[in-house]
């Protein structure tokens, strides 16, 4: 059983690195800033019997994520890490800027190489799980939910999907691309056909539906339309073909191309923009599926879509069943400053920095050590 569905069950507080599988040379200080371990050598050797406590903050209202990665992480490899005191919030918590989320008391030897670490994780996982939860707030404001899909896969390294899918799923999103996406929270990656099948069938989209269908039939069956750029054509032909068997149908159009049905329908042009998946052009596909009887079949679009977009899309009220959402998604913009504030229980900081007694912040409890 995974450790997600343990956490959900009540059985434990918090992921650990049985879930997160950290690089062992952290250990080494391998991915530490060098000045932290010449300080930690210095502590060390002159200043032994120190006790900080190193506090942590951003400077945006955000959904918290990453204090499960970032307390495992000190409960890998701090020294002896049941000494240290570890309050914390917890990922999908709203927090305000300036807010203290989390403060570690303790020998600064024993964990202050760790601080850069810590700050780059909290910000990555931050930042993502405030980006899907706008992008899905922007999604349900004309007063339905419309789910997003998490399509980030080509939009950074892979080695990011599984902190990424989590922090994602902390942000609202439920539906995700890969199975690596998936693996820190639990289920498996979702998706159905690339513009690369269709290639494969010279661009045949009803012959790449029907070879889909047959190779995996219990899927629901979802097409992509947009490779001939000739959406509402081909939609038409793959519901004409499998009928109550059509589940949906994805629109990918490129922002640089007008959808084929506007070069048909020229006097419907000079009002709007007519590039890639806009608007219009979804309006005009639902009403052609309603009129040949295939009101049950799901629009499903993606490329380009941002929060503002969405937005924009639910507030004229566009026949849009699902968004996939990928590179929007994946902007750092929420950065984490970690900051000595107290030595010996007593007020000692750079200036403009100072204690922040949070009383959201809850005690951690030292399990043992992280595997």
């Known amino acids: 059983m995974k450790e997600i569905a343990l956490k959900l069950n009540g059985e434990i507080s918090r992921l650990t690195?049985?879930?997160?599988?950290?690089?062992?040379?952290?250990?080494?200080?391998?991915?530490?800033?060098?000045?932290?371990?010449?300080?930690?050598?210095?502590?060390?050797?002159?200043?032994?019997?120190?006790?900080?406590?190193?506090?942590?903050?951003?400077?945006?209202?955000?959904?918290?994520c990453g204090t499960d990665e970032v307390i495992a992480l000190i409960h890998t490899f701090a020294e002896h890490p049941g000494e240290l005191e570890i309050h914390s919030l917890k990922d999908g918590d709203k927090i305000s800027p300036y807010e203290t989320v989390l403060t570690v008391t303790g020998p600064y030897q024993y964990f202050g190489f760790l601080e850069g670490i810590i700050d780059g994780i909290l910000a990555r996982r931050t930042s993502v799980a405030t980006n899907v939860y706008n992008v899905v707030k922007a999604a349900r404001s004309s007063g339905k939910q419309k789910p997003i899909i998490f399509m980030g896969d080509r939009d950074d390294h892979f080695t990011q999907q599984s902190g990424?899918?989590?922090?994602?799923?902390?942000?609202?999103?439920?539906?995700?691309?890969?199975?690596?996406?998936?693996?820190?929270?639990?289920?498996?990656?979702?998706?159905?056909?690339?513009?690369?099948?269709?290639?494969m069938f010279k661009g045949d989209v009803v012959a790449a539906t029907k070879a889909y269908h047959q190779q995996f039939p219990d899927d629901q069956l979802m097409a992509l339309v947009d490779y001939n750029n000739d959406v509402i054509t081909d939609s038409l032909k793959v519901a004409r073909e499998f009928g109550d068997e059509l589940k949906g149908v994805r629109l990918d159009t490129s922002r640089n191309l007008v959808d084929k049905y506007f070069l048909r329908n020229q006097h419907l042009m000079g009002t709007f923009d007519p590039r890639g998946v806009n608007p219009e052009l979804i309006f005009a596909l639902r009403r052609a599926l309603d009129q040949?009887?295939?009101?049950?079949?799901?629009?499903?679009?993606?490329?380009?879509?941002?929060?503002?977009?969405?937005?924009?899309?639910e507030e004229k009220k566009v026949p849009v069943d699902m968004y996939g959402v990928g590179g929007s998604l994946?902007?750092?913009?929420?950065?984490?400053?970690g900051d000595n504030v107290l030595i010996d229980g007593e007020p000692e900081a750079k200036e403009g920095r100072r204690y922040k007694h949070n009383p959201r912040l809850e005690y951690v409890e030292y399990t043992g050590a992280e595997e």
């Open 330 to 337: 994946l902007k750092i913009g929420i950065g984490f400053t």
């Open 164 to 199: 990424d899918g989590y922090s994602a799923f902390i942000g609202g999103s439920t539906a995700q691309a890969t199975h690596a996406m998936n693996e820190w929270w639990g289920k498996e990656g979702m998706g159905t056909m690339p513009h690369a099948l269709i290639q």
């Open 17 to 64: 690195n049985k879930t997160f599988k950290f690089d062992e040379r952290v250990a080494e200080g391998w991915f530490s800033a060098v000045y932290f371990l010449k300080t930690r050598d210095i502590v060390e050797n002159h200043l032994p019997d120190n006790k900080v406590t190193m506090q942590f903050f951003q400077k945006d209202h955000a959904v918290l």
């Open 292 to 313: 040949e009887g295939f009101k049950h079949v799901k629009i499903v679009v993606s490329g380009g879509f941002t929060k503002e977009r969405i937005r924009a899309f």
